[in-house]
């Protein structure tokens, strides 16, 4: 059974990321986990230890954490809240305005404004490049303070928002070994010849807004000398990921799981 606690890091202590490991002392390779829109949530706990019992120490640093405290609007409590009614709306409601006020004028008065803060709070922190110096500092903490991850090798996967942060992470660290993408956006063209490890990626072909871009993607990548791999799964959709979603799809996420794991086990080890 993995070991799940949260922990502290950055050069004055001033992040918290939720971390798991297998039990025992063995030096292991380490692997930042960024969270989706909906913050570090039982979702995002449940990758942790998977990866844990697949042999990984892993990190997911809070990323709305603001001096070790959320916003009330993006407590653990609201954003379940904004989660459950997301799941109720079509897959393309969260940047469909029209739609989104709709559905939230047919809510309450309370629970209309609550929605209401919570999901504008959110949006206005889900630019990856705002949250570049707490996942460096993560990333860097596994490979240097972490006693089971010390000088071992380090990895980033992330979802939605957190897996454009983790390609964004590649072009900024260069002792970064792997960077997994599942449904996030890919770094600007210029800072691709920054990046020194493979990139990993997932997408739903439904979710056009990005699975549409990935052979220009690809002719980037391989433009800039960088080893990429993208797989597009035909029926599924954004976050086919997240079995707390409407949008889970069990095929696309067997196979994008045994491919994340073969290239770590490839890539870390």
């Not at 290239?263 to 870390?268: A, S, T």
Request: glycine share 8%; aromatic share 8%.
């Amino acid at each position: 059974m993995s070991q799940g606690q949260w922990v502290s890091f950055g050069p004055t202590h001033q992040y918290r990321g939720f971390l798991t490991a297998p039990p025992g002392t063995t030096p292991l390779p380490g692997v930042v986990v960024y969270q989706e829109a909906w913050g570090v949530d039982g979702h995002l706990e449940e990758m942790c230890h998977r990866l844990a019992q697949a042999g990984y120490v892993a990190l997911a640093p809070d990323l709305f954490l603001v001096d070790g405290v959320r916003p009330e609007a993006l407590s653990r409590e609201r954003l379940q809240q904004l989660q459950a009614f997301f799941n109720q709306l079509p897959p393309h409601a969260l940047r469909d305005p029209e739609l989104m006020n709709t559905a939230l004028n047919a809510q309450p008065p309370a629970q209309r404004q609550a929605l209401s803060e919570s999901r504008n709070t959110m949006m206005a922190n889900l630019n990856p490049e705002m949250h570049l110096a707490k996942a460096l500092a993560s990333a860097t903490f596994l490979r240097d303070e972490h006693l089971r991850t010390q000088h071992q090798k380090v990895a980033a996967i992330g979802f939605c928002f957190g897996g454009g942060l983790a390609a964004l992470a590649a072009c900024h660290d260069p002792a970064l070994n792997l960077a997994v993408m599942y449904y996030g956006s890919p770094p600007p063209p210029a800072l691709m010849p920054k990046i020194a490890c493979p990139i990993l990626a997932f997408h739903g072909e439904a979710d056009q807004r990005l699975a549409a871009g990935v052979p220009q993607v690809r002719a980037q990548m391989s433009a800039a000398g960088t080893r990429y791999e993208a797989h597009v799964y035909p029926g599924a959709g954004h976050a086919f990921f997240n079995d707390r979603r409407p949008s889970y799809d069990a095929l696309a996420s067997r196979h994008a799981w045994a491919r994340t794991l073969a290239v770590m086990d490839e890539v870390l080890s």
